[in-house]
């Protein structure tokens, strides 16, 4: 779902812009800037990543305008680079699509929250959670973060940018339920499905282009 021209307006809007400015700063300022810079290899993946990224969010399809359905995939996206680079990386793939005028740029930081900073920021306390709570293992990170994860992301950004219309008198609840959320079962699988198996190809053959995943204590020493 994304927000286009003309549909947010008023002291709405100016909540987005906080909180999609101060999750971009905490992004910038946590980010490993000295190894992004100086390892070409991290460089290398950062691009590549966005680039895959950008190609998914132009495949879409919709009926009104914001409630257009694509792949989110920002829980793989957070999982590889972790949650601050993972938002530089997609504020990146919107602001290229709103340039390419797929997105508009009054619903820009609207879009940000409810598809870069929320899904980074709850892939990742997903990701901790299931570091700490639960046994250190190669499956359950898999199931419990790349397929699980990605489902209850897309199912809460989703959730969010359907509430942000709704309480801003953008489209009626009905609507929005008829066009959008009736179909949010038929979305996590699918989005689940392509999170887990990009994962699991990266985990098996290249571990160590994965951020939060440590192959030494998952792997080598079970």
Same mark, same amino acid.
């Not at 400015?21 to 290398?44: C, F, T, Y």
């Not at 691009?47 to 009104?64: C, D, Q, Y």
């Given at each position: 779902?994304?927000?286009?021209?003309?549909?947010?307006t008023?002291?709405?809007?100016?909540?987005?812009h906080? &909180?999609?400015?101060?999750?971009?700063m905490?992004a910038?300022?946590?980010a490993?800037?000295?190894?992004?810079? #100086?390892?070409?290899?991290l460089? !290398?993946?950062?691009?590549?990543?966005t680039?895959? &990224?950008?190609?998914?969010?132009?495949?879409?399809?919709g009926i009104s305008p914001?409630?257009?359905?694509?792949?989110?995939?920002?829980?793989?996206?957070? &999982?590889?680079?972790g949650?601050?680079l993972a938002?530089?990386?997609?504020?990146?793939?919107?602001?290229?699509m709103?340039?390419?005028g797929?997105?508009?740029?009054?619903g820009?930081?609207? #879009?940000g *929250?409810?598809l870069? %900073?929320?899904p980074?920021? &709850?892939? !990742?306390? *997903?990701?901790?959670w %299931?570091?700490?709570?639960?046994?250190?293992n190669?499956?359950?990170? $898999?199931f419990?973060?790349?397929?699980?994860g990605?489902? %209850?992301?897309?199912?809460?950004?989703?959730?969010?940018?359907? $509430?942000?219309?709704?309480?801003?008198d953008v489209?009626?609840?009905?609507?929005?339920q008829?066009?959008?959320?009736?179909?949010?079962p038929?979305i996590m699988?699918?989005?689940?499905?392509?999170?887990?198996?990009l994962?699991?190809? *990266?985990?098996?053959?290249?571990?160590d282009w994965i951020?939060?995943?440590?192959?030494?204590?998952?792997?080598?020493?079970q």
């Amino acid at each position: 779902m994304n927000i286009t021209d003309g549909l947010l307006t008023g002291s709405w809007l100016w909540v987005i812009h906080v &909180l999609f400015v101060v999750g971009l700063m905490a992004a910038s300022i946590k980010a490993p800037w000295d190894l992004l810079v #100086n390892e070409r290899r991290l460089q !290398h993946l950062f691009f590549a990543v966005t680039v895959v &990224l950008m190609v998914m969010w132009v495949m879409r399809a919709g009926i009104s305008p914001g409630l257009s359905i694509h792949f989110l995939g920002v829980t793989a996206l957070t &999982l590889i680079l972790g949650w601050d680079l993972a938002i530089l990386s997609a504020t990146l793939v919107l602001l290229a699509m709103t340039v390419l005028g797929k997105e508009s740029w009054q619903g820009f930081t609207a #879009n940000g *929250i409810c598809l870069v %900073v929320l899904p980074a920021l &709850l892939t !990742h306390v *997903i990701q901790s959670w %299931v570091g700490r709570l639960l046994p250190k293992n190669f499956f359950v990170y $898999l199931f419990g973060c790349g397929f699980l994860g990605a489902a %209850v992301v897309v199912a809460v950004s989703g959730t969010a940018m359907s $509430l942000l219309l709704w309480v801003s008198d953008v489209y009626p609840w009905a609507k929005i339920q008829h066009e959008y959320i009736n179909y949010l079962p038929l979305i996590m699988f699918p989005e689940a499905l392509m999170n887990g198996m990009l994962m699991t190809g *990266i985990m098996v053959f290249y571990p160590d282009w994965i951020r939060t995943f440590d192959a030494r204590v998952y792997i080598d020493e079970q």
